[in-house]
Each structure stands twice: as structure tokens, then as C-alpha cells.
């Protein structure tokens, strides 16, 4: 283990070893590469360009270890962005395609780059990091920690082929004294993390992609794009790795947006990890958060209240209810045909209703049961009017034709929209309108098997036309095989809609790349959950951190976590949750759940009480299909799934 003294014994032969390869290097160059070369003796790796004291318009050297790749640049000031730009070619051109022993490949924007100069720390023209001397312990972060040393010597080894003019330099690890203190050094700590990332070798994906994936980063859309694929298939991962790419080329602020409320913050910390040194110019937020600031900006006040929503449908629901009732007894059957059709898909007159064909709804109506329909509509926009309240929908009707009558001033340079089968119609094309036209613009990221709001569209019907620029994601990462086996038991679709009204791929399509993990079932009355429950999180094969708790139906998750905290469990909810794994079970709603992954999930079904008609039935089931499998699919490597019942229990254990 090296001491403090074997680490200055390092960094005087990385000095020594430096002067022998590189006599004429400037003093200040020569520091910065003597510690990074100190490294050396630990788990890093350094291949220094034997030009040097030349300059050349290509990194100084590139240092690979747990934190990943970087291409380093040297000098007294940082680069211009025509000298970037050739480095950025140099390095990328070399590096992409760099492959691991898994055959997944290196893309460029799993690469680096860091300038080290004396000036301040901070951005550089916003495409590379700028560190001063001191600042270098940040490369070696432990939380960035995401390569085992069978990555790092893989990408040295191809490195020293591919990066001609560049030499490998080394020195001995230094000798292995316990310190008197009991501490361990950085470089010790680094050891720590590459076997830990050894255990999970998830995070890889922050400089490894599948070949597929890291086609689908770089490549150029003449136009709208879309990603599908099942779930875990990495089409998240991809996008972040697209945004890095995408802004290391344009200027101007990139947005990536989705209609789930908590996911934008848990996607900017791995963002975050992936280009710290873009971090700021990729805007996270959901979209619903996004159109409140762009309305406040344009001065247009709403008055949107969950309460007044409420009422305003309950009165109309008094008013027209009745016949509709008869029809299909379930209030939330029309309240969903109010929302997520009429309004959702911007319907404003009864023609266009009577028109419009209602994807994705099990009932089917005649133009007179569509009129009763529109009364219940009229009523609960007038009760809505009365109270000078609007709705959900309303506000991003208003932003739609705020943005069509004055557009940004200053545009995205691209706009990325994740989970994309849950936004409705409209929402869809306020998002067209943001992104604008050209190239590269807009990329629509989701999977139709995952929806867990009812109703439908297809791309076309929001007039992005996509063709040709459709991919398929396939590999699924995030679940073990065991997990997976379980999670496909939920795949009843006979087709899956690739979210534009053609086939696309499903979970039991899906390849699956992890083996191992485990699923547990459980059945038992509500009595008898309590001390399932918490015996289950008392023997987690995981941290607690790392797990999370999913209950169906969300009304009754006061249910376990009254449980939970009687028993002092720390627990977090999935509302609050922004990708701190820390140290509290997650605790919340599919819906919260969605896009997310976990180490070990727990999942407690209660019986569902409410009493609906046929077509709410069908409807109800299938969406409830596509959330267990939004839930079971959330689990890396341990699932338990516990069905709550009037009945004896009974316990099995499957994968
Ligand atoms: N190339 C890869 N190498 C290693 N791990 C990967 C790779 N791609 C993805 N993963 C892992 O799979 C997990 C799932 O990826 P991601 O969230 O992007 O999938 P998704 O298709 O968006 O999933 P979902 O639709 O279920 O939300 C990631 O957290 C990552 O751990």
C-alpha cells in the first residue's frame, strides 16, 4: 500500500523519468505531467506525445484509469476554439472505437478534455475542463470511479496503436507499507473504487457504449429523430452521451425534458458525471416546469390549481355524468377521455371530436355518445372559466400558441424529449415548435410498452415525420437475467408500437447482456405483510441506499411506510429523490418510478377495490400490465414482488 513517503518516492522518479524522455520541457509543463505520471504507480495509465516541448495542435497526453479517459492539454493558456476543434478531431478520431473486453466501443464523447493551466478553474469555451495545478485531485475523484483495470489496460494498449507519436510512461508502484494511521491514501482509495466497480460493472456505459449505441450518439439527422427499445435498453444513456456530443459542436443552451416531474434532476447528475465540463448548458426540467418559466417570461399569469380542477369536474360530473354512466360506470373512464383525449390532443371544436379516432381508448363511441361527451367537456370548461382556473392542459395549449406567435428569441440548439409515450399530443408539438426546424434538432426517446398514462397518438398525428430516422435499441444492461425472466412475465403486448404506429421491439425481444440476479414472489394477507416487509428490508442483499420501494395502487403506500418507519427504516421519497443513492430506501409510485434504476426494488401490490365496467376493465388491465413491467424492470439485480390477498401465504423463490 503506498505510504506517504512510497508516493514521493513516485513522484520523484515521475520528475526523473520526465527529464530523461523530455530535457527541454518548460518547468510548468513538466510539474503538471510528473503528477499525473505519479499516478502511474497506482491504477492510472499515461501516454505522453514524444514531440514534446514541441506544440502541436493535439493533446499533450492522454491519462486513462477508474475516472476514465482524458485528453490532456497543456500550456499558459487555454486553446482558441479553431485550436480545440483539431485536438478535439485528433483525439476523438484515434480513441473512438476503442474497444473493451465485453466488445463494447469507446465514443468520442466518453472521452475527456482537460486543459491544466495556471489560470482559474472553470470552464473553458465550454467544450473542455479547465483545472489548475491544484486542482488535479479532481481528476481522480473516487464518486467518478467507473472503469476496472480491465478497461483501463484495453484502452491503453489500443491506444498506443492508434495514438502514434505518443509514448506509454511509467513508475513502479511504490512499496507497500501499512501508514501509521490507519488511513488510506488517495491512490488507495482509487484501488478501492476500480474493485468495487469490478462488483458492478454498470457504470462502464459513462465511456463504453454497445456498437449500436454509440452509432446512434453520432449520427447525423436530417430532421426529427427517434430512439425506441425496450425497457433498460440504455436509450437514456445514449441520449446523455448525444447531448455531450452535440454540445461539444453547436453553441447555444441544449434541453432535455420529459413529462416526469422527478426525472430531469436524477438525468443532470449523471450528465453531470458524463461532461462536467458542458453540465451547464444542457437545461434539465420537465415539461410542465419548463412552459411556468416560459409563460412567467412572456408576463401570461395562469391560475392553475389541482383543487379547482377537481371541483370543476366533479360539478360538470354531476350535470352530464348520468347518461355517461350508463354507458361505462367508471367517473375516471371520462375524466381520462376529458384530459388525455380532448384536451390533450388540443381538440377545441365537436367536429374535430367527432373526427377524432381515440387511439389507445378500449371503448368505442358513436357520434351520439361523443355529444354527451362534449357536454361533460363544456360544463367543465365553463366551471373551470367561472373560477378563472385552467387546467394541465391548458398550460401548455397557451405556451403553444404563445411560442407560434413569437418564437424564442435565442432557440435550442437541440431539444431531447425522454419517456416521450407519456406526453400528450399537444405536449408533443408545443416540443416540435421548440425544437424548430434542421438538422439534429429533435430527438424523441420512449418505448410504447412502458406507458403508464392512458391514451395514444403516433408521431405523425403531431406532423414529425421520422422517416428513416427511427432506431431500435435491443441489449437490455440494467436488468440481470434473473430479474429479467420474471419482468417479461408482464409483456402480454402481441405488437409493440415503435411510438409511430409501427411494430417495434419488446422486452421478450430484448438480448440480455448481465447474468445472475435474483426475483422473489410473495403472497399473504395484509397482516402478515408487515413482518414480510420488514424482514425483507432487514436482509436486502444490497445496501438499503440502493434500493427502492414500489406500491400499487400509490394510494395505499402510507400502508407500508407506516410500517417502515415504526420500525426506524430511513426512507426517502421517489419526490424527492434526485440520484443520491445516500443511505434511506426510495420510497413511492411507478410513476415516480419510471426511467429510474435500482439496485434491488421491492414492489407490494394491494387489490385493486375499485369496481369499473368492461372497457375500463381492459383498458385498466393493460395499463396495469405496463406498469408492473415499468416496475419490474426498474431492479438491476434483486426483485421482490409481493402480492397482497385474503389468503394463506405462500412463498417461492424464482431466477
Ligand atoms: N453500454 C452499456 N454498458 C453498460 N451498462 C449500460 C450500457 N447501456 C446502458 N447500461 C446500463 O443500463 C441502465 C439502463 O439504461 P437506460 O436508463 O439508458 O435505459 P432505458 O432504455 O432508458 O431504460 P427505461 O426505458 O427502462 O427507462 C443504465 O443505468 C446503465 O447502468
Redesign the pocket.
Known amino acids: 500500500m503506498p505510504s506517504r513517503h512510497a508516493q514521493r518516492i513516485a513522484e520523484r522518479e515521475s520528475s526523473d523519468l520526465l527529464s530523461r524522455h523530455h530535457p527541454h520541457l518548460d518547468a510548468p509543463r513538466r510539474r503538471v505531467l510528473a503528477a499525473l505520471l505519479s499516478r502511474t504507480a497506482g491504477a492510472w495509465r499515461l501516454l505522453v506525445d514524444d514531440a514534446l516541448p514541441e506544440r502541436a495542435a493535439r493533446a499533450e497526453a492522454f491519462l486513462a484509469g477508474p475516472g476514465g479517459l482524458f485528453a490532456v492539454l497543456l500550456g499558459e493558456h487555454p486553446p482558441d476554439e479553431d485550436t480545440f476543434e483539431t485536438i478535439r478531431r485528433h483525439a476523438e478520431e484515434r480513441c473512438a472505437g476503442i474497444r473493451d473486453h465485453r466488445g463494447?466501443v469507446l465514443t468520442g464523447s466518453g472521452l475527456h478534455f482537460v486543459f491544466i493551466g495556471p489560470g482559474r478553474s472553470g470552464r473553458g469555451v465550454e467544450r473542455y475542463w479547465t483545472l489548475t495545478e491544484r486542482d488535479l485531485p479532481r481528476l481522480f475523484r473516487r464518486d467518478a470511479a467507473h472503469l476496472t483495470r480491465r478497461h483501463v489496460d484495453a484502452i491503453v494498449e489500443q491506444a498506443a496503436t492508434r495514438l502514434t507519436g505518443y509514448r506509454e510512461l511509467r513508475v513502479r508502484p511504490p512499496e507497500r507499507a501499512p501508514e501509521p494511521d490507519g488511513l488510506l491514501s488517495a491512490d488507495e482509495l482509487t484501488e478501492d473504487e476500480v474493485s468495487g466497480a469490478q462488483l458492478r460493472?454498470?457504470?462502464?456505459?459513462l465511456t463504453?457504449?454497445?456498437p449500436q449505441?454509440r452509432a446512434v450518439v453520432t449520427r447525423h439527422y436530417n430532421g426529427p429523430a427517434r430512439i425506441s427499445?425496450?425497457?433498460?435498453?440504455?436509450?437514456?444513456?445514449?441520449?446523455?452521451h448525444r447531448l455531450r456530443h452535440l454540445a461539444r459542436r453547436s453553441t447555444g443552451p441544449l434541453l432535455f425534458t420529459t413529462f416526469v416531474r422527478t426525472l430531469p434532476a436524477v438525468h443532470e447528475q449523471?450528465f453531470r458525471r458524463l461532461a462536467p465540463e458542458v453540465g451547464d448548458r444542457v437545461e434539465f426540467v420537465n415539461l410542465h416546469a419548463w412552459v411556468r418559466e416560459f409563460l412567467q417570461s412572456r408576463g401570461v399569469r395562469l391560475n392553475v390549481q389541482r383543487e379547482a380542477i377537481t371541483t370543476a369536474f366533479a360539478l360538470a360530473w354531476r350535470k352530464h355524468g348520468a347518461p355517461l354512466a350508463a354507458i361505462e360506470p367508471t367517473e375516471d373512464y371520462w375524466r381520462t377521455e376529458l384530459h388525455r383525449v380532448i384536451k390533450g390532443r388540443g381538440i377545441t371544436t365537436v367536429d374535430d371530436y367527432l373526427r377524432a379516432a381515440r387511439k389507445g381508448r378500449a371503448l368505442r363511441l358513436g357520434a351520439a355518445q361523443k355529444e354527451l361527451v362534449w357536454r361533460l367537456y363544456e360544463a367543465y370548461e365553463e366551471r373551470l372559466a367561472a373560477r378563472a382556473a385552467h387546467d394541465y392542459n391548458d398550460m401548455i395549449s397557451v405556451a403553444l400558441e404563445e411560442l407560434t406567435t413569437r418564437p424564442l428569441e435565442h432557440g435550442y440548439a437541440a431539444v431531447v424529449v425522454?419517456?416521450v409515450q407519456d406526453i400528450t399530443l399537444t405536449g408533443l408539438r408545443l416540443i416540435n415548435r421548440l425544437a424548430g426546424e434542421g438538422p439534429n434538432r429533435l430527438l424523441l426517446?420512449?418505448?410504447g410498452q412502458?406507458q403508464v398514462y392512458p391514451g395514444g397518438w403516433s408521431l405523425s398525428d403531431a406532423g414529425i415525420p421520422i422517416q428513416g430516422r427511427g432506431e431500435v435499441?435491443r441489449?437490455?444492461?440494467?436488468n440481470r437475467a434473473g430479474v429479467l425472466t420474471f419482468a417479461r412475465r408482464f409483456d402480454a403486448t402481441t405488437q409493440v408500437d415503435d411510438l409511430d404506429g409501427q411494430a417495434g421491439v419488446s422486452l421478450l425481444q430484448a438480448e440480455s447482456?448481465n447474468p445472475g440476479g435474483h426475483s422473489h414472489t410473495w403472497t399473504g394477507t395484509e397482516d402478515e405483510l408487515a413482518g414480510e416487509l420488514l424482514r425483507q428490508v432487514r436482509e436486502l442483499p444490497v445496501p438499503l441506499g440502493q434500493t427502492a420501494l414500489i406500491v400499487f395502487p400509490p394510494a395505499q403506500l402510507s400502508r407500508c411506510t407506516r410500517v417502515l418507519r415504526e420500525a426506524g427504516v430511513p426512507m426517502l421519497s421517489l419526490d424527492r429523490y434526485a440520484g443520491e443513492a445516500g443511505e434511506s430506501l426510495k420510497v413511492g409510485s411507478v410513476h415516480r418510478a419510471?426511467?429510474?434504476?435500482f439496485q434491488a426494488v421491492l414492489v407490494v401490490e394491494f387489490p385493486e377495490r375499485e369496481r369499473a365496467g368492461p372497457a375500463a376493465e381492459q383498458e385498466s388491465d393493460e395499463l396495469r400490465g405496463r406498469q408492473n413491467l415499468?416496475a419490474a424492470?426498474?431492479a438491476?439485480d434483486f426483485l421482490w414482488w409481493a402480492t397482497v390477498r385474503d389468503q394463506v401465504p405462500a412463498s417461492t423463490v424464482e431466477g
Open positions: 463494447q460493472p454498470f457504470d462502464s456505459w463504453f457504449l454497445h449505441q427499445g425496450p425497457a433498460g435498453t440504455g436509450k437514456t444513456v445514449v441520449v446523455l449523471s425522454d419517456e426517446v420512449g418505448d412502458q435499441l441489449v437490455n444492461y440494467r447482456a419510471k426511467g429510474l434504476d415499468v424492470t426498474r438491476r
